[in-house]
């Protein structure tokens, strides 16, 4: 069974960084596309990012772009989120996802595999 395990999720100051990791097993890497999505309480999942197989393409939405960046490293079947400009509208429990390749990323139909979780507050 396929394991997504994320981290460095916290609390942060707005404007503040963090920086989520996910180690993936159980499974073939390089054959997913890889995103994280976040869930903040009372609205549903919201797409935040993804990353093709060989990360030759990034997708974002508009109320992340410029302020996230996603990455893959392949060899050691990690993917990460970078954080930066952190708002208060940003908490939220983020959520690692293994995609089907050649999909819609962004939305949570295409997704095969959660992890559990990781809870990332932005004060204001």
């Known amino acids: 069974q396929v394991q997504l395990v994320e981290s460095g999720g916290g609390l942060v100051q707005a404007g503040g960084s963090l920086r989520l990791s996910c180690a993936a097993s159980r499974l073939t890497f390089t054959r997913y596309a890889m995103a994280w999505f976040r869930q903040a309480p009372g609205k549903e999942r919201e797409f935040v990012a993804a990353i093709t197989l060989t990360g030759g393409r990034l997708y974002y939405p508009d109320s992340v772009k410029g302020r996230f960046t996603i990455s893959r490293d392949n060899a050691r079947n990690m993917v990460y989120l970078q954080m930066n400009s952190l708002k208060p509208e940003d908490t939220a429990v983020y959520y690692c996802?293994?995609?089907?390749?050649?999909?819609?990323?962004?939305?949570?139909?295409?997704?095969?595999?959660w992890g559990q979780g990781t809870q990332v507050t932005v004060s204001s």
């Open positions: 996802a293994a995609e089907a390749p050649y999909s819609d990323y962004t939305t949570s139909d295409s997704v095969r595999s």
